[in-house]
């Protein structure tokens, strides 16, 4: 699903661009607004694909916005002005849309956010051939995770959150446990919770069927537990 707002400061173009937007599969509208400050202040917190944003607004044009927003979600502008459209592609934007636009239109934009999206996407999972990091997509930046760095990896509702042994701040990232989990070697992590993976090399003490890592303890549930004493049992003295 790719999570996407639109941005206009005209009341029926926004409706518009937003009625489309849920009625296209794929496409989930996370917000709307008619000023570019609102949705810059709803980006600080909240992970956005693909934005629909204007032009010519007051306050802060499209076109700043987009500036603003560095190599954040996909942009495609949506304006009445065809002169701005040179500025728009040195911005790196999707598309551009010349109001008034049909739904094919749209759909055209739309397809080609897709595909670039989905280019990136399997670029941000794919895991290096020397099985030594990979690359996560977290607050609008790419970064690699050194597999040896991690610690344990918790898992929740639409996140992980990787604890890694060099910063206390956790690595957030809006992809499953199961997903992460399988990009993993084998060898050196185990699930041992529905909610956490941890780092094998990493585990310095186990107290009452719950691994510790500094301050935190981390639980082992039943379902884990079987294969998690077999690896005991194979480094047990």
């Known amino acids: 699903m790719i999570n996407t707002i639109a941005v206009d400061d005209e009341p029926l173009a926004l409706k518009l661009v937003a009625g489309y937007i849920e009625r296209t599969p794929g496409l989930k509208l996370a917000g709307m607004f008619d000023n570019p400050v609102d949705a810059a202040d709803f980006l600080t917190n909240s992970s956005v694909d693909l934005i629909f944003v204007d032009i010519q607004m007051p306050d802060l044009s499209g076109i700043e916005f987009t500036r603003l927003l560095g190599k954040g979600p996909k942009v495609i502008f949506t304006t009445a002005y065809e002169k701005y459209a040179l500025e728009g592609y040195k911005l790196d934007i999707v598309d551009y849309l010349l109001k008034p636009f049909s739904y094919e239109e749209f759909l055209t934009a739309v397809n080609k956010a897709r595909r670039l999206i989905k280019l990136e996407q399997k670029d941000l999972n794919k895991v290096e051939a020397n099985n030594e990091f990979l690359f996560l997509k977290s607050e609008y930046k790419i970064k690699r995770i050194n597999f ?10 639409d996140y992980v959150k990787v604890y890694t042994q060099n910063d206390p701040k956790p690595v957030m990232s809006l992809t499953s446990l199961k997903l992460l989990g399988s990009k993993l070697p084998s060898d050196k992590f185990m699930r041992v919770h529905r909610s956490f993976i941890v780092n094998l090399g990493k585990i310095d003490t186990i107290e009452r069927s719950r691994i510790v890592f500094g301050k935190e303890y981390i639980p082992v ?4 537990k079987d294969k ?7 480094n047990f003295l």
Do not use: A, M, P
């Open 228 to 234: 998690f004493q077999e690896f005991l049992d194979k």
């Open 148 to 157: 040896n760095d991690i610690l344990y990896i918790e898992g929740l509702k």
């Open 221 to 224: 549930s039943d379902q884990y």
